[in-house]
């Protein structure tokens, strides 16, 4: 049997190693875990000593103990080079598993196969193989997911990268599982639901969705309000996560009213991009009335509100249509108008119905299924009309 084992990587893999080294043991034995808070004196100890009853003993560090040392870098390697000098005086069917601590020292591991084996799994795959993975396990419970059901199952665990977390996705799935157990059809509403307490999964929807609802003439807007309020029933500070979202609904929607103002006048997008970058994020600087707005900086250069990677997706598009063509001009003016006027009303001061409803109109208006002020004016600024609609 190994004395010492090195274990880094995703959790899926490290367990299933660790239960065979469990299921090797043929006799009784203890299982010792080590953490920060253990001093390596005790620890070296422990691992050292013989038992007095003869049972073996399974020693699982989680963490690297502790020693005196002027840094903790200077630490680190101490307790290394001390653990390389242990390795030998480690009892014969003990074993000592190093379990995801950190390590990629190269002599740490040469020394380590002298009484055992390094074993390294991939902490990261791609959203392809991530695919597969959910499809495979599904398919293995008798389920059948739809390809868009398992992407965005996928897709919610990076929303703008190319891979993903394994851990993050073993977790992903049986959670989803358990949501879904009985159902006999599978849809994306329920991808929604599990994942509706992650912001950026929920923003990140809510825009590609925005943008589908827009440029379709079906506008069924349920799946998005109730994204939206599940998202903020689970929120303590309700009506400021609503306005973090309206937030950055305006930036990305003053984003798209700019760059669809540049079409329009025939400019290339090339120099669309080039007027936009030169807009520069802006900061309050004082106290009270004497605040003054100023360009935000970052090594006396100012730092641009909108990058020219994101300037490229709003024109061109990373998934599915470009979303500057799912709007015209007018629509985005009225969009950002909502906008403006229902953050105003928020942060005067509304209850939690009325916050829910002024999203619901912000909703409404993107998509297109309101597509007259005179409407929004009328709901927002008579309180009767919200009071019996809340009540």
Not at 201 to 230: P, R
Not at 310 to 317: A, D, K, L, T
Not at 340 to 369: F, L, N, Q, W
Request: glycine letters at 6%.
């Amino acid at each position: 049997m190994d004395k010492v084992i090195v274990l880094e990587g995703n959790i899926f893999e490290r367990k299933r190693v660790l239960d065979k080294i469990r299921d090797s043991f043929t006799e009784n034995f203890d299982t010792i875990i080590f953490d920060k808070n253990d001093h390596y004196d005790y620890v070296s100890q422990s691992l050292t000593e013989m038992s007095c009853f003869g049972e073996y003993k399974l020693f699982i560090m989680k963490e690297l103990p502790k020693i005196e040392a002027p840094t903790e870098a200077q630490a680190r390697t101490k307790i290394f080079n001390r653990f390389k000098k242990l390795f030998p005086s480690i009892p014969a069917g003990n074993v000592l598993v190093f379990n995801n601590v950190g390590i990629s020292a190269e002599s740490f591991f040469k020394e380590v196969k002298k009484f055992g084996k390094v074993h390294k799994f991939k902490q990261k795959m791609s959203k392809s193989d991530g695919k597969n993975v959910v499809n495979s396990y599904f398919k293995n419970k008798s389920i059948v997911l739809d390809h868009d059901v398992s992407q965005l199952l996928v897709d919610s665990l990076n929303l703008n990268g190319d891979d993903i977390d394994v851990d993050k996705l073993h977790l992903t799935i049986i959670k989803f599982h358990h949501y879904i157990n009985g159902k006999n059809k599978v849809t994306k509403d329920d991808v929604y639901s599990v994942c509706s307490s992650s912001k950026d999964f929920v923003i990140w929807t809510l825009y590609k969705m925005l943008d589908e609802i827009s440029s379709s003439e079906t506008k069924y807007i349920g799946s998005v309000v109730s994204l939206v309020n599940d998202f903020l029933s689970n929120e303590k500070y309700l009506e400021h996560e609503a306005v973090m979202i309206m937030r950055g609904m305006l930036w990305r929607y003053g984003l798209l009213l700019l760059t669809k103002n540049g079409v329009n006048n025939k400019i290339s997008q090339k120099e669309i991009s080039t007027q936009l970058s030169n807009i520069c994020k802006l900061e309050g600087k004082g106290k009270s009335y004497k605040i003054k707005m100023g360009p935000k900086m970052s090594k006396d250069l100012p730092i641009p509100e909108y990058s020219p990677k994101m300037i490229n997706s709003v024109m061109n598009g990373y998934y599915g249509k470009a979303p500057v063509s799912c709007y015209n001009y007018a629509q985005l003016l009225l969009i950002y108008y909502t906008l403006m006027k229902v953050m105003i009303k928020v942060r005067t001061g509304c209850t939690e119905s009325e916050v829910k409803i002024a999203v619901s109109i912000v909703i409404s208006v993107v998509c297109g299924a309101i597509t007259k002020k005179n409407t929004i004016d009328g709901v927002l600024e008579h309180n009767k009309m919200l009071y019996g609609i809340s009540g």
